[in-house]
């Protein structure tokens, strides 16, 4: 697996869900090894080393020579990973500067591990080249699709497989360009996503970033501090952090500061300590979400999750959460809260979820039902038979 960040990162659902499916193909009989990056979709930029070693990490640290960067290894569930740090440069910045550092691990591990898969996502001219290389040496190439981003078909010329996380983003690929992907849902690792103890008290956003629905939580959260006070409401940082928060509630005319009920938390380590205090998951969307992971994460700890009628999120939800509208004309281009009326069925359902113990309890049990759909015991032969079918197939 070659990606361009950290398959750890734990604001990308993209790399975390390309992390599990290669642990499913290591359990499944492969033999697998992995190449990225430091680089963080995180807002805050912590030092790498240090993250990583938070998350139990025993980390090898090669020093850097000349004006290369260090490269960190370890053993995570079997699979050995080597990551080139690159600093705080983000996703798509690192390949300027450490492009050639990074292409020469790569070529190593052409060389020394003769990979027969490539299992990668990225569309920066440094990763297709990467692709094109890795083909001439014989390897499948195998690519992952999590957004609306590579709607070109000759893009997908050196690609043998394709992967998709929703059947909505495999049929808007195969309707506009004609490329036929493998739909499968969201991998999750249990150790990661499920907490253990639970004590569901908040209402809970994740990313309150413009596409995640910022300026409809602004205003949501403001109708909440005014009229339920009692309820309280959390948001946790990642791109979106609580300068954003509070900027887009000021924009409307009004200080989310003055609400006592209304929290925000720094970026957690692990998903499950997401799900640990939340009672309902907040994701009311703006873009077309190709899938919602943290939807999935929310069905597998019990946690009735509200989402946008936009992209797939619908299908994420798996017939387990509450489905609910945005108003038409919000956009990613929207820089202001919506107006007070456009709250009101999301509304209703909080104080249903946060008062009303027996269709809490109702939602609850619904969502352990849709959770089955990412049960690993299911999902794990799907992906080992992606793997096989990829080597099968005629260039």
């Known amino acids: 697996m070659a990606l361009p960040q950290m398959p750890q990162d734990p604001a990308s659902g993209a790399a975390r869900t390309a992390q599990t499916a290669l642990e499913m193909a290591l359990d499944g009989g492969f033999e697998v090894r992995a190449l990225g990056t430091t680089a963080t979709e995180r807002g805050s930029k912590a030092d790498p080393l240090s993250y990583l070693q938070s998350i139990g990490l025993d980390v090898h640290v090669k020093l850097p020579t000349n004006k290369n960067r260090r490269e960190f290894r370890f053993v995570q569930r079997g699979i050995q990973y080597t990551l080139l740090d690159t600093a705080r440069l983000g996703v798509v910045q690192w390949e300027a500067s450490h492009g050639r550092q990074f292409d020469l691990l790569f070529d190593a591990e052409l060389e020394s591990f003769q990979p027969d898969i490539v299992f990668t996502y990225g569309g920066m001219p440094g990763d297709v080249r990467r692709h094109r290389r890795a083909r001439q040496k014989g390897a499948r190439i195998a690519f992952c699709v999590f957004n609306m981003a590579y709607m070109q078909r000759d893009f997908f010329e050196p690609i043998d497989a394709v992967l998709t996380p929703s059947e909505f983003l495999a049929t808007r690929y195969r309707d506009q360009i004609g490329m036929i992907s493998t739909p499968l849902p969201t991998p999750l690792d249990l150790d990661d996503v499920l907490a253990t103890?639970?004590?569901?008290?908040?209402?809970?956003?994740?990313?309150?970033?413009?596409?995640?629905?910022?300026?409809?939580?602004?205003?949501?959260?403001?109708?909440?501090?005014?009229?339920?006070?009692?309820?309280?409401?959390?948001?946790?940082?990642?791109?979106?952090?609580?300068?954003?928060?509070?900027?887009?509630?000021?924009?409307?005319?009004?200080?989310?500061?003055?609400?006592?009920?209304?929290?925000?938390?720094?970026?957690?380590?692990?998903?499950?300590?997401?799900?640990?205090?939340?009672?309902?998951?907040?994701?009311?969307?703006?873009?077309?979400?190709?899938?919602?992971?943290?939807?999935?994460?929310?069905?597998?700890?019990?946690?009735?999750?509200?989402?946008?009628?936009?992209?797939?999120?619908?299908?994420?939800?798996?017939?387990?959460?509450?489905?609910?509208?945005?108003?038409?004309?919000?956009?990613?281009?929207?820089?202001?809260?919506?107006?007070?009326?456009?709250?009101?069925?999301?509304?209703?359902?909080?104080?249903?979820?946060?008062?009303?113990?027996?269709?809490?309890?109702?939602?609850?049990?619904?969502?352990?039902?849709?959770?089955?759909?990412?049960?690993?015991?299911?999902?794990?032969?799907?992906?080992?038979?992606?793997?096989?079918?990829?080597?099968?197939?005629q260039r």
């Open 197 to 393: 103890e639970r004590d569901p008290i908040f209402i809970t956003m994740v990313n309150p970033s413009i596409e995640k629905g910022l300026f409809f939580f602004a205003r949501l959260a403001e109708e909440i501090g005014k009229r339920h006070p009692d309820i309280a409401i959390l948001a946790i940082e990642s791109r979106g952090t609580a300068g954003m928060v509070v900027q887009a509630g000021l924009l409307g005319g009004f200080d989310l500061r003055r609400h006592e009920g209304i929290m925000i938390a720094g970026a957690v380590p692990k998903p499950r300590d997401i799900f640990a205090n939340t009672r309902a998951l907040l994701v009311p969307s703006v873009w077309e979400e190709p899938s919602g992971r943290v939807v999935a994460e929310a069905l597998v700890n019990g946690v009735p999750p509200l989402v946008s009628d936009r992209g797939g999120l619908a299908e994420s939800c798996n017939h387990g959460g509450f489905v609910l509208p945005l108003p038409v004309d919000l956009s990613e281009r929207t820089r202001r809260p919506v107006p007070a009326q456009a709250v009101e069925p999301w509304i209703e359902t909080i104080v249903k979820l946060a008062f009303d113990e027996p269709f809490y309890h109702d939602a609850v049990e619904r969502t352990r039902i849709a959770a089955r759909m990412y049960a690993r015991e299911e999902l794990a032969p799907k992906y080992v038979d992606f793997f096989v079918r990829t080597l099968e197939k």
